[in-house]
């Protein structure tokens, strides 16, 4: 009697393997905080031997950074995709999805990561590299509807600031319990006031 073979195993990539750990670690990150992205802790997310996770990323504070910047980006990514659709639509979009609690884990990461950022230096050039992307998406769609005549804001760049220290600000709550309504409402009316449009439209 002659036994079957046994399936062979694909061997991962260095890319798709790298891939992996990341998203790993993303997922410990929103769960349990960057401080708990060791790589002990992402080796066992995995069930892998942390001597993997370290052939990748030798320290882990490259691995934390990683980790944020690609939660992040994702989040970017699904809040301000890049899209054909009107700026109205696109910022109407944007709010109905940031100002809730979809993204509440991502808020609590963002919060995590300007805390430790202070004593992180890579941490650090990674939450500011990732607040540059937010700006930059967030001033091109405010350009985008002054020149569609859409919006009536006097400097894109000066507008997407105010907006987005707004929506951070009640971000902030995210901590300490739901929302509140009126801090919500807050976000869309300084971005309507920015804007120039009637308080309504967003």
């Known amino acids: 009697?002659?036994?079957?073979?046994?399936?062979?195993?694909?061997?991962?990539?260095?890319?798709?393997?790298?891939?992996?750990?990341?998203?790993?670690?993303?997922?410990?990150?929103?769960?349990?905080?960057?401080?708990?992205?060791?790589?002990?802790?992402?080796?066992?997310?995995?069930?892998?031997?942390?001597?993997?996770?370290?052939?990748y990323f030798p320290a882990a504070e490259e691995l934390v950074a990683t980790a944020f910047g690609a939660t992040a980006s994702a989040e970017l990514d699904e809040l301000l995709p890049a899209s054909d659709a009107p700026p109205m639509e696109r910022f109407r979009r944007f709010f109905a999805a940031a100002i809730g609690e979809m993204f509440d884990d991502v808020s609590r990461l963002w919060l995590n990561a300007r805390h430790l950022s202070r004593y992180r230096p890579v941490l650090s050039a990674e939450v500011n590299r990732q607040q540059d992307n937010w700006h930059g998406r967030l001033t091109a769609v405010i350009a985008d509807g002054i020149a569609a005549g859409e919006f009536r804001a006097g400097d894109a760049a000066v507008a997407a600031t105010r907006i987005l220290v707004a929506v951070d600000g009640v971000s902030t709550y995210v901590n300490v319990g739901q929302i509140p309504p009126e801090a919500a409402a807050f976000a869309v009316l300084t971005a309507e006031r920015e804007l120039g449009l009637p308080t309504g439209s967003l």
């Open 1 to 55: 009697m002659t036994s079957s073979p046994s399936p062979s195993r694909t061997r991962k990539t260095a890319t798709d393997r790298r891939a992996e750990i990341v998203r790993a670690a993303g997922t410990v990150a929103l769960a349990e905080g960057l401080e708990s992205v060791t790589l002990r802790r992402v080796a066992d997310e995995l069930g892998v031997r942390p001597g993997l996770i370290s052939h």
